[in-house]
């Protein structure tokens, strides 16, 4: 069987699971160590106890990123074998430093989620803010690799095509990464903080309204406050940018068929194989207003290149729903953000409103489609090139037939991984609240933070 | 020595890191899976649990830098790589999967069932990853791939002599590290009676590595002069090195010095993994791919290799932390 499509899949699927876990990687620890912080400051037993159960689902989650992290390592090597044969003398530098960090990360969760019982507060506190640090620097560097895909730079070609000399820095920051990165740094906030946020938005409404989840709420809540807003501004020059340096897919994006002034911003709506823009509400100039600040911009259309070299027609439907759809979410969430910021400024509380908890319980899951949007307008926006201008998706994959095999087995492994995952973290969350209800706070005495060591009454109690 | 030749030393040096402290942990899940029922085994699991618990994804971190580098420095050696070690491959990613999750897993589950089943995952695919990973490195040993990014042959690149050797010879290693590890970790513990349960393992898992490694010699004498006729020419050193202090090493385990033993074991298991980077020198796929022909362009190597410099300075004191603080027990299990 033609490897091809097989091989695009599997990337695919896995990257999508993936990405969900990359923003608690990236900012869930930065979380959990406002709550830490607070529980030392201020002497908060309710923040302590976020802090601790956090690092422990934190350990759960980082464990399956690195294994699915891992799998994609593999993977630009199973699937796309003559992509890294030629260009991974360029391509891998960005991913030289995202071990560096990476490693980093490794080391300083293990010692900061084990660290919780026999380290004191505050040395153990700062071995936690390696981990948020280099959470930032890996996600630069995973997205400078991709940005570079997007905006190749930094090498010379001989006549063959082979890559004969390289320019670090120019790879690193191709003129992608510094929208890029940004956009997915801000975004690893913005989800994350919906993520967990949503959780105790879905406990509140249950009638659990003690201190403890509201504090649960609001300190995740208020770090995706501050990213949204602020991933609007990032993300509008982002996409002013991919106007500049990526054409063809801006014009996927906004289902602009030729060159054209004055272009509306159509919302829904698909491309139909007559070029023409079918059912869609459009806004007459926006387009090209927020593109170049003037109904008079022009727009290329996708018909400014071959239609060899620009994603077919079903791809640039894909695209432009995916557009709609992370920015119709992230404009609903920014709703939220300033409705929860107005109530805060003149109550310093909450909203009572179930309906604000009702749309908090939705937040994580409507944070992660625009994010999985987000991913999916900038993978298949570049299509049908693996390397824009350079090489095509086909050019790069492997050759072996057997893929659809290893897909077939890779969806079955991660539906499993990602069953289970969910059942897990339920599973703890129902025995905290068990041992809450029985009122027994110290139920599990090795919760007991900063304490003497108890070895061996563990054991004998687990054996 | 070229700037390539540099970077084909760090390569090797991650290879070794990788196979002494990812060997150590894939070895703990072959003690899991060989620790009984679940009463009998409680204990030594327990041992094991905690022994990797905080160190196992840093030490697995080893494998991605020697990924990187690879593609990154040898990008053609990476894609005859992928390409002809596909099912290998593919199988180990797909355990490194189970293993980490099952790990993950098993440690916040409490009935005796889940644990059972994650801590099975765990522990068969802390074999089947080795087995795969050995297997890998047994074909590209044997000069079973090809150069120029192609493909060579898909089974008999890693079902062969040379790769059933490696594999087995991987799970023995790992088995014989880990037990000695644990040794260490029981002593801490003060447990004495699984001191003895892991020093008697750790010295038949010697005794085992020793014997797969010496008739494997002779075993692939005709199945790839090229590896073995290097290995007792060029390599000898190395590898009487490593043969000196696996004796020497199982020679401090009889006698119960196991603190000792473990760096003996360390110094013989590295070493056996230097002895095949001298043999296959200076080729990175042996027979077909010269290090010197498969280099990126020097500033590539150059950024390999000013990053791994900034790691060693970033790494070192903060793996040392982390394994001052666990050897300390500062790190307890959750």
Redesign the interface.
């Known amino acids: 069987m033609d490897p091809v499509p097989w091989a695009r899949a599997q990337m695919a699927f896995t990257l999508a699971v993936h990405i969900v876990l990359v923003p608690l990687g990236v900012s869930w620890a930065a979380m959990t160590l406002i709550a830490n912080y607070r529980a030392i400051k201020n002497n908060d037993a309710d923040a302590m106890r976020l802090a601790q159960r956090w690092s ?1 689902v934190m ?2 989650t ?3 990123g ?3 992290g ?2 994609l ?6 699937l796309w ?2 992509f ?10 960005p ?6 960090f ?3 990360e ?6 900061y ?7 004191r507060p505050w040395p153990h506190f700062w071995s936690g803010v ?1 981990i948020a640090v280099a959470g930032i620097g890996g996600s630069f560097a995973v997205v400078a690799a991709n940005s570079w895909m997007n905006q190749p730079a930094g090498f010379t070609l001989d006549a063959a095509g082979k ?6 820095l120019g790879v690193i920051f191709n003129q992608a990464t510094p929208y890029e990165t940004t956009h997915m740094i801000v975004a690893a906030y913005l989800v994350g903080g919906f993520m967990v946020a949503s959780v105790y938005a879905f406990a509140m409404l249950r009638g659990r309204t003690e201190r403890y989840y509201r504090l649960g709420f609001i300190i995740p809540f208020t770090v995706a406050a501050i990213a949204t807003p602020v991933q609007m501004v990032v993300g509008d020059f982002a996409a002013r940018s991919v106007f500049h340096d990526q054409p063809v897919k801006f014009a996927a994006m906004e289902l602009v068929d030729q060159n054209a002034t004055d272009v509306p911003e159509t919302l829904g709506g698909y491309l139909g194989s007559d070029g023409e823009v079918h059912l869609g509400v459009p806004i007459p100039g926006l387009a090209s207003l927020l593109s170049g600040f003037s109904t008079s911009t022009e727009i290329d259309g996708l018909d400014s290149v071959p239609a060899s070299d620009r994603p077919t027609v079903s791809q640039v439907n894909t695209v432009h729903l995916a557009w709609d759809v992370m920015v119709g979410l992230a404009t609903a969430l920014l709703a939220l953000v300033i409705w929860f910021a107005f109530v805060w400024w003149r109550k310093r509380a909450l909203p009572r409103s179930k309906w604000f908890l009702r749309f908090g319980a939705i937040s994580g899951i409507a944070a992660v489609i625009a994010l999985e949007a987000g991913w999916v307008v900038t993978e298949v926006g570049r299509q049908p090139w693996i390397v824009y201008d350079y090489m095509r998706v086909e050019d790069g994959a ?3 037939s ?1 893929v659809w095999i ?1 897909f077939l ?2 969806v079955v ?2 539906a499993a ?1 990602v069953v ?2 969910i059942i ?1 973290l339920r ?2 969350a129902q ?1 905290w609240r068990a041992a809450e209800l029985a009122g027994d706070e110290d139920i599990d005495p ?1 919760d007991t933070p900063y304490g003497p ?1 108890s ?1 061996r009454e ?2 004998t109690e ?2 | 020595m070229t700037l390539a030749d540099v970077i084909a030393v760090i390569l090797l040096a991650g290879v070794i890191l990788y196979a002494i402290f990812g060997g150590a942990d894939f070895g703990a899940g072959f003690w899991d899976l060989t620790a009984g029922g679940a009463a009998r085994g409680a204990k030594p699991r327990l041992v094991i649990e905690e022994s990797i618990g905080p160190v196992w994804e840093a030490n697995h971190v080893w494998l991605i830098f020697c990924l990187v580098v690879i593609w990154t420095c040898f990008s053609e050696a990476f894609a005859s790589i992928t390409l002809t070690l596909f099912v290998p491959l593919s199988l180990a990613a797909a355990g490194i999967v189970l293993r980490g999750s099952g790990f993950a897993f098993r440690k916040v589950v409490v009935r005796t069932r889940y644990r059972r089943v994650f801590g099975g995952a765990f522990a068969l695919s802390s074999i089947i990853v080795p087995f795969c990973l050995g297997a890998v490195a047994g074909g590209i040993a044997s000069g079973r791939v090809p150069a120029g990014g192609t493909t060579g042959d898909l089974w008999d690149s890693w079902l062969n002599p040379t790769s059933l050797v490696g594999g087995v010879l991987a799970i023995a290693v790992c088995a014989y590290l880990s037990a000695v590890f644990l040794v260490s970790d029981a002593h801490r513990l003060s447990d004495q009676g699984l001191v003895e349960y892991f020093r008697r393992r750790a010295i038949a898992a010697a005794i085992g590595a020793g014997v797969i490694a010496t008739s494997g010699i002779f075993l692939l004498r005709n199945d790839n002069r090229f590896l073995i006729d290097r290995l007792l020419g060029r390599a000898l050193p190395v590898v009487l090195l490593s043969m000196v202090l696996g004796v020497v090493g199982l020679v401090l385990l009889v006698r119960g010095a196991a603190t000792w033993a473990r760096f003996l074991a360390i110094g013989a298991v590295g070493s056996i993994v230097a002895a095949w980077g001298v043999a296959q020198y200076p080729y990175i796929l042996a027979e077909t791919l010269k290090i010197e022909t498969a280099a990126a362009p020097d500033a590539t190597l150059w950024t390999v290799l000013i990053v791994f410099l900034v790691a060693v300075v970033v790494l070192v004191p903060s793996l040392g932390l982390l394994y001052v603080l666990d050897q300390r027990s500062l790190l307890d299990v959750e």
Do not use: C
């Open positions: 422990k350990a759960v980082f464990a399956v690195a294994v699915t891992t799998v390592t593999f993977e630009f090597g199973l074998p003559q890294m044969s030629q260009w991974g003398d360029a391509f891998g530098i991913f030289a430093i995202e071990g560096l990476f490693f980093t490794a080391i300083f969760i293990a010692i989620l084990y660290g919780w019982k026999r380290l390696p890559i004969v000399d390289v320019d670090p492997t050759t072996n057997g290893t087995g890779v492994l991660y991984v289970t995952l897990v599973g703890m025995r090795h060591r070895h563990r054991e687990r054996v």
